[in-house]
């Protein structure tokens, strides 16, 4: 019969990036911003730059965050169910 493998030493707790997230939202809104400031005036190629950053940070944030975000709780999970285990 296979034996279970022991079980992993549990890492310490790590710090909340809420930090992290609030200056990401941030930066973020100022960028819509002057971008939506930059409409009325014509000039449509830093429009265009701005909205290619825009579009590319907002898939970072969302990488980083969720990704952040899905890892811990799946990690909690396999902790929980080995636990019960």
């Known amino acids: 019969m ?3 493998p022991p079980k992993p030493q549990e890492s310490p707790p790590r710090a909340s990036n809420s930090l992290l997230t609030v200056i990401m939202l941030l930066v973020i809104g100022t ?3 002057g971008t939506l400031l930059m409409l009325p005036t ?3 190629g830093p429009v ?3 909205g290619g950053v825009m579009f590319f940070g907002i898939i970072g944030f969302h990488y980083v965050v969720w ?3 899905m890892t811990r709780v799946l990690r909690e999970e396999a902790l929980k169910e080995e636990q019960d285990d």
Request: proline share 0%; net charge positive.
């Open 67 to 69: 990704g952040r975000w």
């Open 31 to 33: 960028v819509c911003a």
């Open 2 to 4: 296979l034996e279970r």
């Open 48 to 50: 265009v730059v701005f």
């Open 42 to 44: 014509g000039f449509i």
